[in-house]
């Protein structure tokens, strides 16, 4: 998983962004209008998003509008959606717990239930 996208999506107007392009494609000002910041405002965070790879630009006559990489964004969901699948090696399964910081020196014991 790239911690960089992971940051550049904890910053919440970026968000705003990205759930007002999930419905369709707008142009800067018109984001700028909708989330009440200026246009270079909106502009750095799209170029943000873009250099991230999670939204792309097209031109339409004279304004350029934006649009959500849905493939990208599925594939970030995927990978973080990894993070709550259990590892069928972890000793963690079956109320085992690890006394050890890491898996070389694991002492795996059973919870004691209270």
Same mark, same amino acid.
């Given at each position: 998983?790239?911690?960089?996208?992971?940051?550049?999506?904890?910053? !919440?107007?970026?968000? %705003?962004? *990205?759930?007002? #392009?999930?419905?369709?494609?707008?142009?800067? /000002?018109?984001?700028? @209008?909708?989330?009440?910041?200026?246009? !270079?405002?909106?502009? %750095?965070? *799209?170029?943000? #998003?873009?250099?991230?790879?999670?939204?792309? /630009?097209?031109?339409? @006559?004279?304004?350029?509008?934006?649009?959500?990489?849905?493939?990208?964004?599925?594939?970030?969901?995927?990978?973080?959606?990894?993070?709550?699948?259990?590892?069928?090696?972890?000793?963690?399964?079956?109320?085992?717990?690890?006394?050890?910081?890491?898996?070389?020196?694991?002492?795996?014991?059973?919870?004691?239930?209270?």
């Amino acid at each position: 998983m790239d911690i960089d996208t992971m940051k550049v999506l904890c910053e !919440p107007t970026r968000c %705003q962004i *990205l759930t007002l #392009l999930s419905r369709k494609a707008y142009c800067v /000002s018109a984001l700028a @209008s909708l989330l009440g910041i200026s246009v !270079p405002a909106a502009s %750095q965070h *799209l170029k943000v #998003l873009r250099d991230a790879g999670l939204v792309f /630009s097209q031109k339409y @006559s004279y304004h350029t509008h934006y649009l959500l990489d849905k493939p990208r964004l599925a594939q970030i969901a995927q990978d973080i959606l990894k993070l709550t699948q259990e590892d069928p090696n972890s000793c963690h399964k079956n109320g085992f717990t690890c006394d050890a910081a890491d898996v070389v020196g694991c002492r795996a014991t059973k919870k004691e239930r209270t």
